[in-house]
């Protein structure tokens, strides 16, 4: 069968053109930019900080319905999306059905982060992370601040893998990290890491997110459009493939940024 050639010239199983990079805010404790192709993402970190929310200071370590680890800092997660992100020059405000889920996706992204970091068996006060639950009794959170600055699709995993590498800068405590990746369909035939024209055409988009060193294990996954089984199946393993090649990609943008950092401050030579 002929491979289809994209229109940017990519084959079917063959992701964007990625560009990290770490630390782009200052005053953060974490912060990325991450590209995707067109789309670019900056998310950045603050904390583990005392808790800003009134209502979760008097609730103990339970967020709405979610009971979370006696350990686990709250993430405050908010979402900003530039008016110029698109074509279409408009804001999209806090209500917005997109904003909403994408918000939702990235939250459980981060708690997955964070709660792989903790041993459930292990008492509190010995648990790997305990200094980040409470301190003088007031519960801790981690803030996370993302803004979209351009949109050519993909923005769901732009914003993921954007995270990961700005908890990954911010030396949060993380069992592994969280990476992500889409497929949509063209011609009758999935292809991966689409943009916004391709997206657009097809309709469908599964956005796929799995841990780094464990990509069966999968934390979120979001699809826009139906799927017959057998559709989905291939779909997520094509996502699947993509995420392992996201997850290489982060590892060796954070080991350069770190290997920077050690010969800045001396602890060895440059090699």
């Not at 994209?6 to 053109?17: A, I, V």
């Not at 209500?95 to 909403?100: A, E, I, K």
């Not at 699809?223 to 060796?252: H, S």
Request: proline share 5%.
């Amino acid at each position: 069968m002929e491979e289809l050639i994209r229109m940017d010239g990519r084959k079917c199983d063959e992701l964007r053109k990625m560009a990290c990079t770490l630390h782009v805010i200052k005053q953060a404790d974490g912060s990325a930019q991450f590209e995707m192709g067109n789309t670019k993402v900056v998310a950045s970190i603050l904390g583990p900080q005392p808790c800003t929310n009134s209502s979760l200071k008097g609730s103990g370590h339970t967020v709405g319905s979610r009971i979370r680890h006696p350990n686990q800092p709250y993430v405050n997660l908010t979402v900003s999306w530039a008016p110029f992100a698109m074509g279409e020059r408009r804001p999209r405000g806090r209500t917005d059905r997109f904003l909403v889920e994408l918000q939702n996706m990235l939250r459980q992204s981060v708690d997955s982060i964070l709660s792989s970091a903790f041993d459930s068996d292990a008492p509190s006060s010995s648990a790997p992370g305990a200094s980040l639950s409470q301190r003088g009794g007031c519960p801790m959170e981690v803030q996370v601040k993302v803004l979209i600055l351009q949109a050519d699709g993909g923005v769901r995993p732009c914003c993921i893998n954007a995270i990961s590498a700005a908890l990954a800068d911010a030396n949060m405590p993380m069992g592994d990290m969280v990476v992500a990746c889409g497929v949509t369909t063209s011609s009758n035939r999935l292809i991966l890491d689409a943009n916004a024209t391709e997206i657009t055409k097809s309709g469908c988009e599964l956005s796929l997110a799995c841990e780094m060193h464990h990509p069966g294990r999968v934390v979120s996954c979001v699809l826009d459009a139906r799927m017959t089984p057998e559709e989905l199946e291939e779909a997520t393993d094509l996502a699947a493939l993509g995420c392992d090649a996201v997850g290489k990609f982060i590892r060796r943008t954070v080991l350069r940024h770190m290997h920077r950092i050690a010969v800045a401050s001396g602890a060895f030579g440059m090699t």
